[in-house]
């Protein structure tokens, strides 16, 4: 009897592994940039059976990219997209966006059905990068962004405090402008 059921367990399992989506990552090249430089990503398959596909790609902080689970997420900075061609090459090439320095990792999601019946897995994946990868791809599935800005946040409220920053000058001139007019 338990053998039977060790075998039905096992059999489930298999049948609800996902053999497409499991073996698909995206390479980055340079892995170290600031905001500005050039940087291309490329598909990196090891036996995927989902080409061609089209992937909205996103950059995503390594150490948030696990709790990550919907391409809506206001953590995600879109990047483009990469066409998966017959030959599983595949390449964009983007500007990095003003964000603060530190580890960042790929977040792809699908565009269409899947086209092997199935067997795809998940229309979004996001996920880290740590010791769970192996060694030789690593360092090439990360994007390290130099530098931090002193006030972390700044990198995405760049227009609004600015903005902010600007109509406090201008009001210090207008109360002083009022300030010295009345002493007259």
């Given at each position: 009897m338990l053998t039977r059921c060790l075998l039905a367990a096992w059999f489930?399992?298999?049948a609800g592994a996902s053999p497409g989506r499991s073996?698909?990552?995206?390479?980055?090249?340079?892995?170290?940039?600031?905001?500005?430089?050039r940087v291309t990503v490329s598909y990196g398959p090891t036996g995927s059976v989902q080409n061609p596909r089209r992937f909205n790609l996103y950059l995503v902080r390594n150490e948030e990219a696990d709790t990550v689970t919907s391409p809506k997420?206001?953590?995600?900075?879109?990047?483009g997209v990469i066409q998966i061609g017959e030959k599983r090459d595949g390449a964009l090439s983007f500007i990095v966006p003003e964000l603060r320095g530190g580890t960042y990792v790929i977040a792809s999601s699908a565009?269409?059905?899947?086209?092997h019946r199935g067997i795809c897995g998940p229309a979004f994946y996001a996920a880290s990068v740590g010791e769970q990868i192996v060694p030789q791809y690593r360092r090439r599935m990360t994007l390290r962004l130099r530098?931090?800005?002193?006030w972390p946040w700044a990198?995405?409220?760049?227009?609004?405090?600015g903005v902010?920053?600007?109509?406090?000058?201008v009001a210090c001139f207008v109360v002083a402008a009022r300030r010295t007019a009345s002493t007259r």
């Open positions: 489930v399992a298999l073996a698909d990552f995206f390479l980055l090249h340079p892995n170290d940039a600031s905001p500005g430089d997420d206001a953590r995600l900075t879109p990047l565009i269409g059905p899947c086209p530098g931090d800005s002193v990198a995405r409220y760049t227009w609004p405090l902010l920053i600007a109509s406090a000058i």
